[in-house]
């Protein structure tokens, strides 16, 4: 009778989750990335955490040719997932900042902190000098190296027209040997600059 009683309540559960997932679909997620550029799982992952946030997928269409965007994506499995983003046209520009509560690994939870504001013509030359001088340009799309529990790390670009991925998994471990100690600095700074870092979830 246990038993039995034990199965009708799994059956009661599955119905009525079935019928919650019925009545309230999930909202699609977008493909934020171009076909090819990551895995499907990557896709999945960093979409997920991008749509919490309302992030807009990133595209050359329909933009201006002078057009840039640079957007940071920061997924640590144990903390909040962090993001910043510039767009600019060449004579003007916007910078977004937003850090949900969720983990990075995990739910990626709902909007905490954040903000949205104009670009200078001065900010928008320093981005680009700083961007430069990371080494970002020069980097492979991708490394070998992965781990379990870490910091998964998306930076995307827009400029002249290509959308570039590149995406590594804690790059602060071994970052010299794998030529990515500007690239941490880089990152680091804009992350303190929007205030999300040291990273704490509390």
């Known amino acids: 009778m246990k038993k039995l009683s034990s199965l009708l309540v799994l059956a009661v559960s599955f119905v009525v989750v079935s019928c919650a997932s019925t009545t309230h679909p999930k909202k699609a997620i977008p493909a934020y990335f171009p076909a090819g550029v990551v895995n499907d799982f990557e896709q999945g992952w960093f979409g997920s955490d991008l749509s919490a946030m309302k992030e807009p997928v990133l595209s050359a269409a329909g933009k201006p040719s002078g057009y840039f965007a640079l957007?940071?994506?920061?997924?640590?499995?144990?903390?909040?997932?962090?993001?910043?983003?510039?767009?600019?046209?060449?004579?003007?520009?916007?910078?977004?900042?937003?850090?949900l509560s969720g983990q990075g690994g995990y739910d990626p939870?709902?909007?905490?902190?954040?903000?949205?504001?104009?670009?200078?013509?001065?900010?928008?030359?320093?981005?680009?000098l700083s961007l430069d001088q990371s080494g970002y340009w020069s980097l492979p799309q991708k490394d070998d190296v992965m781990g379990m529990?870490?910091?998964?790390?998306?930076?995307?670009?827009?400029?002249n027209g290509e959308h570039r991925v590149l995406v590594r998994w804690t790059p602060s471990a071994n970052a010299r040997e794998r030529k990515l100690e500007r690239l941490v600095s880089f990152y680091t700074s804009e992350f303190k600059k929007a205030g999300f870092w040291p990273q704490s979830n509390e």
């Open 109 to 128: 939870g709902k909007f905490k902190a954040g903000k949205t504001v104009p670009l200078t013509q001065g900010e928008i030359a320093a981005l680009h």
């Open 149 to 159: 529990d870490g910091d998964e790390l998306v930076m995307e670009t827009i400029q």
């Open 71 to 99: 957007r940071i994506l920061l997924l640590p499995t144990w903390g909040p997932p962090v993001a910043v983003r510039y767009e600019t046209d060449g004579a003007h520009g916007t910078y977004r900042s937003v850090m």
